[in-house]
Nanobody, 122 residues
Framework: VQLQASGGGLVQAGDSLRLSCAAS????????MAWFRQAPGKEREFVAV????????YYADSVKGRFTISRDNAKNTVFLQMNSLKPEDTAVYYC????????????????WGQGTLVTVSS
């Protein structure tokens, strides 16, 4: 499984951004997909996760109500819509995949994208 994340960039506080992660796998709907992020000088942290069917999502408290994770299984792509961005959202964002399960713990994920940088200026 290969994951290709895109959509990062430099925005101002309060702006929106949508990240995408394209997966090269035949059975994409069997994979739980998640977004993690790593801010400068900090450990990587969980952001959001979505089940293979897309019916269940879960968010970190820090992004709840501002970020929305979704997926298009016909296009093997997962999205992270980020609204009301804050400077503390600045980080490299990684998408991750795990087969036949869903988790908010990064050690449960077998496949990782290369990361896309999001910078939010104040």
């Amino acid at each position: 499984v290969q994951l290709q994340a895109s959509g990062g960039g430099l925005v101002q506080a309060g702006d929106s951004l949508r990240l995408s992660c394209a997966a090269s796998v035949r059975t994409f709907n069997r994979y739980g997909m998640a977004w993690f992020r790593q801010a400068p000088g900090k450990e990587r942290e969980f952001v959001a996760v979505i089940t293979g069917s897309g019916s269940i999502t879960y968010y970190a408290d820090s992004v709840k109500g501002r970020f929305t994770i979704s997926r298009d299984n016909a296009k093997n792509t997962v999205f992270l819509q980020m609204n009301s961005l804050k400077p503390e959202d600045t980080a490299v964002y990684y998408c991750a995949a795990t087969r036949d399960r869903t988790s908010r713990f990064e050690n449960q994920y077998d496949y990782w994208g290369q990361g896309t940088l999001v910078t939010v200026s104040s």
